[in-house]
C-alpha cells in the first residue's frame, strides 16, 4: 500500500479559492464556538483546523457541527468549497458538501 492520498484524492496544498474541494486530513485544533447572527439567523460557528501531509487549512463549522467533531478525527470532506477569507484559505461544506468520520 503506498503512502499517496487514497482515491486521488488531493492534498490541502493543492486547494484552490473558489473552487470544490475532496480532501482527507485529520483535526489538530477547535476554537471556541462563537455565537454570531447572520442573514439566516443566529448560529454558533467554530473553526477547526485540518492537516493533512501537504499543509493544513481552516474548516468552518456552523450550528450542530460545531460540538460534532473532536481533536485528532480523520475526516473525509466530499463537495467542500475554498473561499479566501483575510488572505487565508477557509473550507465550508457550502451548499453540497458532505463529511465521512474515517477514524477517532
Known amino acids: 500500500m503506498s503512502h499517496c492520498m487514497a482515491g486521488g484524492m488531493a492534498g490541502i496544498?493543492?486547494?484552490r479559492?473558489?473552487?470544490n474541494a475532496n480532501i482527507?486530513?485529520?483535526i489538530t485544533a477547535i476554537s471556541q464556538p462563537?455565537?454570531?447572527?447572520t442573514s439566516r439567523g443566529p448560529s454558533d460557528v467554530a473553526?477547526?483546523?485540518?492537516e493533512d501531509d501537504t499543509g493544513s487549512?481552516?474548516?468552518?463549522l456552523w450550528g450542530?457541527?460545531?460540538?460534532?467533531?473532536?481533536?485528532?478525527?480523520r475526516l473525509k470532506i466530499s463537495d467542500?468549497?475554498?473561499?479566501?477569507?483575510?488572505?487565508?484559505?477557509?473550507?465550508?461544506?457550502?451548499?453540497?458538501?458532505s463529511v465521512t468520520i474515517l477514524g477517532p
Open 57 to 60: 487549512i481552516t474548516f468552518t
Open 17 to 19: 479559492p473558489n473552487a
Open 64 to 73: 450542530a457541527d460545531v460540538t460534532k467533531y473532536k481533536v485528532g478525527q
Open 47 to 50: 473553526d477547526a483546523t485540518l
Open 13 to 15: 496544498s493543492s486547494l
Open 24 to 26: 482527507e486530513a485529520k
Open 34 to 37: 462563537r455565537h454570531v447572527v
Open 80 to 97: 467542500g468549497w475554498v473561499k479566501e477569507y483575510r488572505g487565508k484559505l477557509q473550507l465550508s461544506l457550502g451548499r453540497s458538501g
